[in-house]
Structure formats: structure tokens, C-alpha cells
């Protein structure tokens, strides 16, 4: 099937602004997340790429919660051996369709989420629904199109992310387009 070039370019904003420039860890906002987690006393910002997402995917242990860095250590190796074998475009597909996107019952990918909570194919979707579902990635168990047609559970801050993300869409849209030009998943639908 097809994924709408809004829905890539929309990911992105939201979960790796710097998906191009980084080769399976984005070590500037490793970084930052780090000064600004250990600042803070508390983890407030994670630094997980597209790639390190997928190879949580590959190894979804949940055995290794009590040692979440060493789950972080191992996706991040693994993050560098799939950007090695695989290209961009083929790493933010396996991304797009499998990405966990709900709970209870689970649904995985957003071609299921599209079907699940609006029964329609992405390419049927306008910008609103499929922000809905981008949105889904932050915190899948209460941000999904379920529960947030009422806005009003969107606390502000994720509100001001998603403004931010909804900006940098705009920007990472051409880019996206560019560089996956020759990707026969991409369409040019939905915006």
C-alpha cells in the first residue's frame, strides 16, 4: 500500500526532526537530552531516532525494564547495524507500518490505526485525522483518536509540542519529498 507523504513528513516533526542527517543515532540530541534529563533529576526527554524506535521493534524485551539503559544501548547498536543495511526509505516504512499505536486492543502501524479508529484507507484521511494519529505516538494508551475528540484531554504542553511539530512539518515536507522521491510507498495525498 501507500503512505501519504503528510503522515512521513508528519512523523518526522513529531519523533525525528534530524532523520536525514543522523546515520541511526542523532547524537547532538542524545546530548541534549542528557544534559537536560540529568538537569532536571528526572527523565523528561528521550533521544530515541526512527531507527532506534524500529529496533525496539525487532526486540520489544520487556525483560529489561528494570535496565532501561541497557534496552537504550541495545537499540542503539542495533539502530547503527539497520542504517548500515537498510536505506532511509525502507527503515521509516518499516516504522510507519508497524509502529505500536494503541492499546487495548493493540494496533500496530498506521494503515491499521486509519482502518481502527476512522475506517478508512490513509490515502482517504484529511491533515486533521492524520495528525491524530501522529499525536498517538507520544502516548498511545489516552492520546488516540478514541479519546482525543474531546481536545480537552491534550494537556497544553502537548498541545504547544504539537503546534511545534505542525511548523516543522511544514518545513521537513519538501525534504521529505526530495528525499524519498523514488520511494514507491510515498503518494502525494492528504495535504
Same mark, same amino acid.
Given at each position: 500500500?501507500?503512505?501519504?507523504?503528510?503522515?512521513?513528513?508528519?512523523?518526522?516533526?513529531? %519523533? @525525528?526532526?534530524? /532523520? /536525514?542527517?543522523?546515520?541511526? #543515532? @542523532?547524537?547532538?540530541?542524545?546530548?541534549?537530552?542528557?544534559?537536560?534529563?540529568?538537569?532536571?533529576?528526572? #527523565?523528561?526527554?528521550?533521544?530515541?531516532? #526512527?531507527?532506534?524506535?524500529?529496533?525496539?521493534?525487532?526486540?520489544?524485551?520487556?525483560?529489561?525494564?528494570? /535496565? +532501561?539503559?541497557?534496552?537504550?544501548?541495545?537499540?542503539?547498536?542495533?539502530?547503527?547495524?539497520?542504517?548500515?543495511? /537498510?536505506?532511509?526509505?525502507?527503515?521509516?516504512?518499516?516504522?510507519?507500518?508497524?509502529?505500536?499505536?494503541?492499546?487495548? $486492543?493493540?494496533?500496530?502501524?498506521? $494503515?491499521?490505526?486509519?482502518?481502527?479508529?476512522?475506517?478508512? +484507507?490513509?490515502?482517504?484521511?484529511?491533515?486533521?485525522?492524520?495528525?491524530?494519529?501522529?499525536?498517538?505516538?507520544?502516548?498511545?494508551?489516552?492520546?488516540?483518536?478514541?479519546?482525543?475528540?474531546?481536545?480537552?484531554? #491534550?494537556?497544553?504542553?502537548?498541545?504547544?509540542?504539537?503546534?511545534?511539530?505542525?511548523?516543522?512539518?511544514?518545513?521537513?515536507?519538501?525534504?521529505?519529498?526530495?528525499?524519498?522521491? @523514488?520511494?514507491?510507498?510515498?503518494? %502525494?495525498?492528504?495535504?
Amino acid at each position: 500500500g501507500s503512505l501519504p507523504s503528510l503522515l512521513a513528513s508528519a512523523v518526522l516533526a513529531q %519523533e @525525528d526532526r534530524r /532523520f /536525514f542527517e543522523h546515520r541511526g #543515532i @542523532d547524537f547532538e540530541e542524545l546530548w541534549a537530552s542528557l544534559k537536560r534529563n540529568i538537569w532536571s533529576g528526572q #527523565i523528561i526527554r528521550g533521544a530515541s531516532t #526512527i531507527d532506534m524506535q524500529v529496533a525496539s521493534l525487532c526486540y520489544p524485551d520487556y525483560s529489561l525494564t528494570r /535496565f +532501561r539503559w541497557l534496552s537504550k544501548f541495545r537499540e542503539a547498536l542495533l539502530a547503527l547495524f539497520l542504517n548500515r543495511v /537498510f536505506s532511509k526509505s525502507q527503515t521509516l516504512e518499516m516504522y510507519l507500518v508497524a509502529a505500536p499505536l494503541g492499546e487495548e $486492543p493493540i494496533v500496530t502501524g498506521f $494503515p491499521e490505526a486509519s482502518n481502527r479508529y476512522y475506517s478508512s +484507507r490513509l490515502s482517504e484521511l484529511g491533515e486533521r485525522q492524520i495528525w491524530s494519529l501522529v499525536t498517538t505516538l507520544r502516548n498511545r494508551e489516552y492520546l488516540n483518536p478514541n479519546q482525543t475528540r474531546d481536545l480537552r484531554l #491534550i494537556s497544553e504542553r502537548t498541545n504547544r509540542k504539537l503546534l511545534s511539530a505542525r511548523e516543522t512539518e511544514r518545513i521537513l515536507r519538501a525534504r521529505v519529498t526530495q528525499q524519498l522521491r @523514488d520511494s514507491p510507498w510515498l503518494t %502525494e495525498t492528504n495535504g
